[in-house]
């Protein structure tokens, strides 16, 4: 058997959460997450040295599995929107923005199917609902939002600096197009993940080599507090603040 690649695991730890357990559905998010692979690599264009993919994945689910998903249907969505990023960046693909996942109720979908359409610009945001067809109704899931936040970066060489959050999704890394850039050869490439989830700041490990710890605990995923101590490789994060939008 194959070993899971970073994306599954994401996902899997998703199915691991209490809130999993409440799906009523016969579809799970990592079989959606490799429906948007593939539609990523069929639309996969070629241009000026790079390999453009789409940014917006409309995702057909049967009515009844999209129920099934309950409150935590935006959950996942936002969660397969980060692991379409992570598969992306992975195959040096070039995005023109944050990759979107919409969840859609198609009544032409049969259970334990899915069906992904991609879209280049969103839709209108006059755009009527109810003018849909009976067949389709539309999830629309919101960015969702964060609290901003204060870190304090503590260099190898004993060096501080601020690092303020904005509120959106920054990700932790060496390479150079991460949110938060650090040049630790003990950091991978793409690291940890900052984000919201429920009001919260969140810490996320994105199955890197060394591991993150925080408060001196090796953790994969953790709401983070004031006062916090991050470790990630050499490299030390304090969060000074956090405040609710």
Do not use: W
């Amino acid at each position: 058997m194959r070993p899971l690649s970073g994306v599954e695991r994401m996902l899997e730890r998703l199915l691991e959460r209490p809130s999993a357990r409440l799906f009523r559905t016969r579809i799970q998010p990592i079989q959606i997450q490799h429906r948007i692979e593939r539609a990523m690599e069929r639309e996969r264009g070629h241009g000026d040295d790079r390999d453009r993919v789409p940014d917006r994945y409309l995702v057909h689910l049967a009515p009844a599995d999209l129920v099934g998903f309950g409150d935590a249907a935006e959950q996942v969505a936002a969660e397969l929107a980060d692991a379409t990023l992570l598969f992306a960046r992975g195959r040096g693909y070039t995005l023109a923005s944050r990759p979107r996942v919409e969840l859609f109720a198609d009544g032409s979908i049969g259970p334990g199917d899915v069906r992904v359409d991609v879209a280049v610009a969103p839709p209108h945001p006059s755009a009527d609902p109810a003018a849909l067809s009976d067949a389709t109704m539309v999830f629309a899931t919101p960015a969702p939002r964060a609290p901003s936040a204060l870190l304090r970066e503590v260099g190898r060489d004993g060096r501080e600096r601020e690092i303020r959050i904005d509120g959106s999704l920054l990700t932790i890394g060496r390479a150079a197009d991460n949110g938060l850039a650090l040049d630790d050869s003990r950091v991978s490439r793409y690291h940890a993940r900052l984000r919201a989830r429920h009001g919260m700041l969140v810490l996320s490990d994105l199955d890197s080599t060394n591991g993150i710890r925080v408060n001196g605990v090796r953790v994969s995923e953790v709401a983070l507090g004031v006062g916090d101590r991050i470790e990630i490789g050499s490299t030390i994060l304090v969060v000074d603040a956090v405040a609710a939008d």
